[in-house]
């Protein structure tokens, strides 16, 4: 694991380059070690394409948190300059606080410089170190945030939209709004589509057994979404499904992960739900079951929901034909299921392999003679996955 460290700085975070790939390492003091431990441990459970992107944590003197580079600029150095641009990335930033409000977690510290602004001008949300679980307090604080964000962002808008910007902001700081009225308002404001209908990313509240490989993982735009409902029936007996709706595409490098096997469990042949282009609500399996809170991955600009809160979910070539697939792992079972491809839209697709491994905890992609083997984390160490059973 090399770094090269290139000559970029923002207030104390430093841009270094990690197999070509441009990170943002931040250091804390001493003293603010447990912060920065905290935000690495959120982090590297959520995928939101709004929220800055975990790769690593290194224990260290200092601590070392490492996240995928997004630029050099935030809202506090370079704000949106036109009153279009303001409104739609207003609208933005709200719907990415309203899902996380939604998902049981609260920002914690909104302020300009916590909001960064991504290549395509969007807002990513970062400087988490303060994020807690969701509660009546934190909401309104992070309502009092987003205000501090209107107002700074009105000053390019025309006097009438400045004038609703104020008042709006006015209702966020009493917090007689929520983050979804925001995003409702905004988008109203602003003349586009009510973007959280997509539902676009998910996270995961403060879990501490529950581990993603982000590094593995593309959490890229807000298009096409899908859903991989991971509903396991018993020890052996599993309906494991992924499905996706259509939308546009928005392309992307499918980012290779790693892999691991045992003795193949046969998929459950149930059918599972799907979730119909047309309505943001959550289908229902055979059982009356719903997968509320799903993972999300983004391959090739398309979005999937994985599993549920606490599975674990990687990328990988794992039969090293130069197709990237998915692997998922429920911890709560040891269940761990592979597709062989992704699903088109509006298709149901069941796991090509299932296994079960006792105590497993974790996916890891081990690159072996040029390609990617999955290997299972479990209490006994570790399991490496035949590509030749996959």
């Known amino acids: 694991m090399s770094f090269h460290v290139i000559s970029i700085s923002m207030a104390g975070i430093t841009v270094t380059r990690r197999n070509g790939n441009l990170l943002a390492c931040k250091t804390a003091r001493p003293e603010d070690s447990d912060r920065i431990r905290h935000e690495a441990q959120l982090l590297r459970r959520l995928e939101h394409p709004g929220v800055v992107q975990f790769v690593d944590f290194v224990e260290g003197h200092p601590v070392e948190l490492y996240l ?4 050099p600029d935030s809202w506090a150095t370079q704000p949106p300059n036109t009153p279009a641009e303001s ?20 920002h914690g510290a909104l302020c300009p410089e ?3 602004v991504a290549p395509d001008k969007r ?14 307090a934190g909401c309104a604080r992070d309502l009092a945030g987003f205000a501090g964000l209107i107002d700074h962002l009105a000053a390019a808008c025309e006097e009438k939209e400045r004038r609703q910007l104020e008042a709006l902001a006015r209702r966020a700081e009493r917090g ?15 003349g586009g589509p009510h973007r959280r209908a997509a539902r676009h990313g998910r996270t995961a509240p403060p879990v501490p057994s529950r581990r993603v490989s982000a590094a593995a993982i ?5 298009a096409v979404l899908g859903w991989l409902l991971f509903k396991p029936g018993g020890s052996t007996d599993t309906t494991l499904a992924l499905s996706a709706v259509q939308a546009d595409p928005v392309p992307v490098d499918p980012v290779p992960a790693h892999p691991v096997p045992v003795d193949p469990v046969p998929t459950s042949t149930n059918p599972a739900a799907v979730l119909s282009p047309d309505t943001t609500e959550l289908a229902e399996s055979r059982s009356g079951a719903v997968n509320e809170d799903p993972l999300i991955i983004t391959h090739q600009g398309r979005r999937y929901g994985v599993g549920q809160l606490g599975d674990v979910a990687i990328l990988g070539d794992w039969t090293c034909d130069g197709e990237v697939t998915m692997a998922l792992l429920q911890p709560s079972t040891g269940l761990v299921a592979v597709f062989a491809t992704w699903p088109a839209p509006s298709e149901r697709l069941e796991a090509d392999y299932v296994t079960v491994i006792e105590g497993a905890v974790d996916l890891r992609n081990d690159p072996i003679d040029g390609c990617d083997h999955l290997r299972v984390i479990h209490a006994g160490g570790s399991t490496l996955i035949d590509s030749e059973s996959l």
């Open 176 to 190: 007689s709004v929520t983050a979804s009225d925001l995003t409702a308002e905004l988008d109203r404001m602003h």
């Open 87 to 106: 409104l739609e990335a207003l609208a933005s930033a709200a719907s990415i606080v309203a899902d996380l409000h939604d998902l049981g977690t609260v």
């Open 123 to 136: 807002p990513v949300l970062c400087g988490l170190a303060d994020a807690a679980a969701s509660s009546e």
């Open 68 to 71: 995928a580079f997004v630029g």
């Open 218 to 222: 593309a959490v890229i735009g807000l």
């Open 114 to 116: 916590h909001v960064l």
